[in-house]
């Protein structure tokens, strides 16, 4: 029992599927495993691969189709910004024999980094150069800028590899301190403005999500700003109001879903003069 117990603590310190000749490289026997397999602790998938029943099923997906987790699919596990959700999007060697699985949307590409064999994720890398190919322009700069933020990915590096020539162009022109996907997105919505625009500006002790010109400030509110938080910035709001600072709130769904009307009252705001110092 010492022996499977091994087995099992190796097959998930892998994520959970790995291929048999991985265990086997590092010692564990071909019979123990098949003994797991025929108890039921382990399934084999297409031969080559063993997973614990409670696998991740995107990974158990992948392995049976031959297929690496990327893209947008992947960016969204590894916690960067992409917006909504949608089939599984998966890459696939254009020279391989990958057996692909209805449903999903397969990149047919060379990536950038080598991927390891048995790799069923993507690099950090490989999954955002597939997926500014797929985004529109705003999600796509947004996922890069949230990687940059995250740490994830580092600029210097990144243009140091072979990049996709709209991927170069993002990365040159990314601004790493936003610190959301939503924020890159309205930045890039308001430079038609002309105006000083500055994200994640100190003001009064605290940081709001941009300031227009001198004394405009817009700050865009997630599902976080309840309870505590939101007392925090109520009072903040108001000590900004009491410097002569004007703040436009508004919530996610407001920017996704109904820009018009945000930038109608900023457009307003600026018409007035309020994001000038008086």
């Known amino acids: 029992m010492e022996t499977d117990a091994a087995i099992l603590a190796a097959v998930r310190a892998a994520g959970g599927v790995v291929r048999s000749v991985e265990l086997t490289a590092r010692g564990h026997r071909h019979r123990a495993i098949a003994s797991l397999v025929a108890s039921g602790l382990l ?9 614990v029943p409670d696998a991740d099923p995107l990974a158990l997906a992948a392995a049976r189709a031959g297929v690496v987790i990327s ?3 992947q960016a969204r596990r590894l916690g960067l910004w992409v917006f909504g959700d949608g089939a599984p999007h998966v890459a696939a060697d ?3 024999a990958a057996v692909v699985a209805s ?3 397969v990149h047919w590409s060379r ?6 064999r048995g790799a069923l994720v993507d690099a950090v890398e490989n999954a955002m150069a597939l997926a500014v190919g797929c985004l529109p322009e705003e999600e796509a700069r947004a996922l890069i800028e ?3 933020n995250h740490g994830m990915a580092e600029r210097d590096e990144l243009l140091r590899m072979a990049l996709p020539a709209r991927m170069r162009r993002m990365v040159e022109d990314a601004e790493p301190w936003a610190d959301s996907g939503l924020e890159t997105i309205v930045r890039i919505r308001l430079r038609w403005l002309r105006l000083p625009i500055v994200p994640q500006a100190w ?3 605290h940081r709001v999500d941009f300031l227009i010109g001198e004394r405009l400030v817009l700050q865009i509110d997630g599902g976080h700003h309840v309870g505590a938080q939101r007392d925090a910035d109520n009072a903040h709001d108001a000590l900004l109001l009491l410097h002569g600072y004007h703040v436009i709130r508004v919530g996610y769904r407001q920017v996704v879903d109904d820009w018009p009307q945000v930038l109608d009252r900023i457009m307003r705001a600026v018409a007035q003069g309020l994001h000038r110092a008086r």
């Open 43 to 51: 399934v084999r998938i297409r031969r080559v691969w063993v997973a």
């Open 71 to 73: 893209c947008v699919t």
């Open 94 to 96: 254009p020279h391989g």
């Open 103 to 105: 449903g999903a949307i």
């Open 111 to 116: 990536p950038l980094l080598p991927r390891p």
């Open 146 to 148: 949230s990687a940059l």
């Open 203 to 205: 003001i009064l002790g």
